[in-house]
């Protein structure tokens, strides 16, 4: 193993060694000579760093010392891909970090002037800089004072979006619920069942740790579900041919190894790391929307930036459609993707990626007997099993649960969860002063961004649920 020597024992060997000679040094204090050499040509830096650095003598390298850091715009768009995780409470493992971190350095200009390996060395030192925490999340009551404001805002929006269904004739059909969703199929590491007397050996590996994704789900107040939105990045797409047409919307040309990903009932789209952009929105929009309606319609959704950009605005009033922002904080209350879709959705793809790894279907091996990442219509195919899964009631059940197509005289506010709830039973009190004093609150319901609340976090909780045996 390398040892290493404090700046102080290096000036002693150095004294030394002027005294008498490099040789006689390194046979003395047990260093070898080219060592020494190495240290007589920093020498001024280090007596300047022993001498007026704080600990200097202790340290083992001089000031700038060490390898610097491989991108500033690296760690920087890491950051913000792990707030969003944050934002959107969803989890984020080691695993994760290492392998976005790979593809957003791959997608710099300059990458192949570089070298970069998202080591679990690089990634313990990126955790330290950035003050990361690996922690389990726990659920917390609300302080006080916070449990009043959410109660406030809570009856703020629900008496807004009220006060917009009465003033534009807005029926239960015209309300759409729209969300996002992260989706990463984390292999199980190194750890496998196997017999106790048999002989250890290596596993097959598989690429399905690299496949990370967005799904959009959106759906209507009267239950009905509108198409499943895909977004892929490059690393599914793979060896996978396809012809670009329009603003990144596929169509799979024929390949030998993959079937078309042209799946009926499912929108493809794709960016470099399989995230929203602002010219996906407007294809996602166009999805949902179908062109011009006679009638107006609302989007409710969350204060992600490509949902309230001045492009998504401007396509919003040319399809006479208006959206409803929900205010920080609270979309687990009022967010009906948030409330009720994400959790059985998200099981229910993960039964079918279980399904697909587990069985031979589907499946493409290299030639050391690896399988290699799923085609993109397989994917496509589990989103639409999945979300068809889904009955129409449950989806309809969800408006009525988040107060988004209850009755507007409070006859329906039982079955209204948040209104219901121990911790936020306060906004039903709020929402009735509401009401009865007919307020007139404002109905522009961009009031709050997530952006805020995302930069208010200096620490980001990381699940821990798989790193135990993550062997890094």
């Known amino acids: 193993m390398p040892r290493s020597f404090d700046l102080k024992f290096k000036l002693e060997v150095l004294n030394f060694a002027e005294e008498n000679s490099g040789e006689a040094a390194a046979r003395k204090f047990g260093v070898t000579p080219s060592t020494i050499r190495g240290w007589k040509r920093n020498k001024e830096e280090i007596i300047f760093t022993a001498l007026y650095a704080s600990d200097g003598a202790k340290k083992k390298r001089v000031q700038g010392a060490g390898r610097k850091l491989i991108s500033a715009e690296l760690e920087s768009d890491l950051m913000e891909?792990?707030?969003?995780?944050?934002?959107?409470?969803?989890?984020?493992?080691?695993?994760?970090?290492?392998?976005?971190?790979?593809?957003?350095?791959?997608?710099?200009?300059?990458s192949r002037k570089e070298t970069f390996k998202a080591s679990p060395g690089w990634l313990s030192k990126f955790l330290k800089r950035n003050n990361l925490s690996l922690r389990h999340k726990l659920a917390t009551k609300p302080q006080q004072n916070n449990l009043m404001e959410i109660n406030e805002k809570i009856a703020r929006f629900i008496h807004n979006t009220n006060q917009l269904r009465i003033k534009n004739t807005i029926k239960e059909h015209e309300i759409i619920a729209l969300d996002e969703t992260g989706v990463w199929f984390d292999m199980p590491g190194s750890w496998t069942f196997d017999k106790e007397d048999l002989k250890s050996d290596k596993l097959k590996y598989t690429a399905s740790e690299q496949i990370y994704f967005t799904v959009v789900l959106s759906a209507k107040g009267d239950g009905t579900k509108l198409k499943p939105f895909v977004i892929f990045n490059q690393v599914l797409l793979g060896d996978q041919q396809y012809r670009v047409s329009g603003t990144k919307k596929l169509h799979a040309t024929d390949s030998p190894n993959q079937k078309s990903s042209n799946v009926p009932g499912v929108g493809v789209g794709s960016s470099v790391n399989g995230w929203m952009n602002n010219e996906l929105m407007i294809d996602l929009l166009d999805h949902v929307f179908h062109g011009l309606s006679s009638s107006k319609r609302v989007v409710v959704w969350d204060a992600y930036r490509y949902h309230i950009s001045d492009s998504t605005k401007t396509y919003f009033d040319k399809y006479n459609a208006l959206m409803a922002v929900i205010p920080a904080?609270?979309?687990?209350?009022?967010?009906?993707?948030?409330?009720?879709?994400?959790?059985?959705?998200?099981?229910?793809?993960?039964?079918?990626?279980?399904?697909?790894?587990?069985?031979?279907?589907?499946?493409?091996?290299?030639?050391?007997?690896?399988?290699?990442?799923?085609?993109?219509s397989v994917v496509a195919t589990w989103v639409k099993r999945a979300w068809d899964s889904l009955s129409t009631d449950f989806i309809a059940n969800s408006f009525k649960v988040c107060g988004l197509t209850t009755s507007i005289d409070g006859s329906e506010d039982h079955l209204v969860d948040c209104l219901m709830s121990s911790h936020t039973c306060g906004a039903w009190a709020v929402l009735q002063n509401y009401r009865q004093n007919n307020c007139d609150v404002e109905l522009s319901l961009v009031e709050d961004s997530d952006e805020n609340e995302r930069n208010e976090q200096n620490e980001v909780l990381i699940d821990s649920s798989d790193e135990e045996s993550e062997g890094d």
Request: with cysteine; proline share 3%.
């Open 81 to 110: 891909w792990i707030l969003e995780k944050q934002r959107n409470h969803e989890r984020v493992s080691r695993k994760m970090i290492r392998k976005i971190a790979s593809d957003i350095f791959a997608s710099y200009e300059d």
């Open 329 to 376: 904080g609270l979309t687990k209350y009022v967010q009906a993707s948030d409330a009720c879709w994400k959790k059985p959705f998200k099981s229910l793809l993960d039964d079918c990626y279980n399904e697909w790894i587990s069985g031979n279907e589907d499946k493409v091996y290299t030639e050391d007997g690896n399988v290699k990442l799923p085609s993109c």
